[in-house]
């Protein structure tokens, strides 16, 4: 069996605009070949696609530290990634497999990785949102310079539990940013029929809490809108509440038809896949070539398929694991 080790390139890690892409393109190639897998009936339960969404979470990640803290809701794949986890462990754990990233036992919507500060993974729309304000509670009790990320889609907004997380937060200057991954549905309801506020952000207001929106399919956007808002956080902890414009080219889940929108709508979007708009710009700069971006989207792709034997060839959770980790005991 391949060793549970990052198959992911590495060549390009660290701060510039080709790591970026790199991050990008890893989390399209996973969420390609997990879309395949589904389709094989080899992935279990629900599965969350992430395609075109993916500048929010590759921007982000690149303007904070790696001990900053990350919780996020069911549509996760990405989040783990971004964070380091190894194509092999988020796989595996699709794959309901011992050598997951949760140990089989979350499947897709429980991605958990707490060496990288990943605590999440939620499935109940909006219930991690309270989470992540005892995370940003904890860092500012310490005394801490940590910033909390919290993603949650457009619908999460009308749960009870937002309002209740975002007066805390504010009322205790907590130092959480608030990210909206507002892909323009809520499941299958557009956001022009759930709310008459479709300036998301603007529910800030309602906290005094600082807020702004910005385009989510534009990777250098969301990079540098989130490194100035955690750098004001770390100098003086408040929470700030930022809407990611985004969009995503699947349906909710892989068995949404997705019939609430035309092709037409899906196919002009794609004009501003942020992939093909990141690689433009850096040819037009002059800072990749062709052959650059054939060599690490193979290289991602490569990786993906290689993820997919390791899951394969990995053993299933023991049966005296099904009802461990109930109680903190139960944890090794």
């Known amino acids: 069996m391949t060793p549970n080790t990052d198959?992911?390139?590495?060549?390009?890690?660290?701060?510039?605009?080709?790591?970026?892409?790199q991050s990008m393109l890893e989390m399209r190639a996973f969420e390609e070949?997990?879309?395949?897998?589904?389709?094989?009936g080899k992935i279990g339960g629900f599965c969350h696609l992430y395609i075109g969404q993916e500048a929010v979470v590759a921007g982000s990640f690149a303007a904070v530290r790696p001990d900053d803290y990350v919780i996020t809701a069911y549509r996760d794949h990405a989040h783990a990634l971004g964070r380091g986890t190894s194509m092999n462990a988020c796989m595996a754990e699709l794959f309901g497999k011992a050598t997951g990233c949760s140990k089989g036992l979350g499947g897709s919507m429980h991605f958990f990785d707490k060496d990288r500060h990943v605590y999440g993974g939620h499935a109940i729309v909006a219930a991690h949102i309270?989470?992540?304000?005892?995370?940003?509670?904890?860092?500012k009790y310490r005394g801490e310079d940590r910033v909390t990320l919290c993603y949650f889609g457009?619908?999460?907004i009308h749960q009870g539990s937002f309002h209740e997380a975002f007066n805390l937060?504010?009322?205790w200057n907590l130092p959480v940013i608030f990210i909206c991954e507002n892909n323009g549905y809520a499941m299958g309801t557009a956001v022009h029929r759930s709310t008459p506020l479709e300036e998301l952000h603007h529910r800030g207001r309602g906290y005094d809490m600082d807020h702004s929106a910005v385009d989510g399919m534009n990777v250098r956007a969301v990079r540098d809108s989130v490194r100035q808002i955690a750098e004001e956080i770390r100098a003086r902890p408040h929470p700030h509440f930022l809407e990611a414009r985004t969009y995503r080219y699947r349906g909710h889940s892989m068995s949404d038809p997705a019939t609430y929108?035309?092709?037409?709508?899906?196919?002009?979007?794609?004009?501003?896949?942020?992939?093909?708009?990141?690689h433009d710009t850096l040819v037009g700069e002059d800072l990749l070539t062709e052959e650059t971006?054939?060599?690490?989207?193979?290289?991602?792709?490569?990786?993906?398929?290689?993820?997919?034997?390791?899951?394969?060839?990995s053993p299933n959770p023991p049966l005296d694991d099904l009802h461990g980790y109930v109680y903190k005991r139960d944890a090794p």
């Open 33 to 40: 070949r997990a879309a395949q897998q589904y389709q094989m």
């Open 7 to 21: 198959p992911s390139t590495t060549a390009l890690s660290g701060d510039g605009d080709l790591p970026l892409l």
């Open 154 to 156: 457009d619908g999460a």
């Open 169 to 171: 937060a504010s009322l």
């Open 293 to 313: 971006f054939k060599e690490i989207q193979q290289a991602a792709r490569a990786s993906a398929a290689e993820s997919v034997i390791f899951a394969d060839e």
């Open 130 to 139: 309270p989470l992540a304000i005892g995370l940003a509670f904890a860092a």
């Open 261 to 278: 929108r035309s092709k037409q709508e899906v196919e002009a979007k794609k004009e501003e896949d942020p992939i093909a708009a990141f």
